[in-house]
């Protein structure tokens, strides 16, 4: 399957994106720096979640300014804009950096709703069959256990 197959569309704050899926020489490194930014903010947010959702909620953004860089946002906002599309009217306009600009001024909820959709495209997959098979080895872990 080509990466045309992959191209995944969703309406954010009114706006339809279109995303096409980083290439293996691009996505790998990405997925890496994800993982440095998401690893412990779940982990944050597992240790909060005793108290409830807003103590798990404060325990991420105690965590976040840590582990999210202006870098980091720059970086992901390149490297997604380069593969995303927005329509506008009748016309498909790519949402490469100097698009960013005005299209997202004002409106920082659409901005990281768009860069939850790109990790989702992106990264949905891996983290889904690694989920899947952290249980598959806990049901295991239980069954010998229990022999």
């Avoid at 946002?73 to 016309?91: C, P, V, W």
């Amino acid at each position: 399957m080509g990466l045309e197959e992959r191209i995944q569309q969703r309406t954010i704050d009114g706006t339809t994106y279109e995303v096409t899926p980083l290439t293996f020489g691009v996505g790998h490194k990405a997925l890496l720096r994800f993982i440095k930014i998401a690893g412990p903010l779940l982990s944050a947010a597992l240790e909060g979640k005793e108290g409830g959702y807003e103590n798990a909620a404060a325990s991420i953004f105690k965590v976040l300014p840590a582990v999210l860089t202006e870098e980091d946002i720059a970086y992901f906002s390149r490297e997604f804009g380069l593969r995303t599309r927005y329509q506008d009217g009748s016309k498909w306009v790519p949402l490469v950096a100097e698009n960013q600009e005005i299209h997202f001024a004002g409106r920082y909820s659409a901005f990281f709703g768009w860069m939850r959709f790109c990790i989702e495209v992106n990264f949905g997959g891996f983290f889904g069959d690694l989920m899947r098979q952290g249980s598959a080895a806990v049901s295991l872990q239980g069954e010998t256990k229990a022999a």
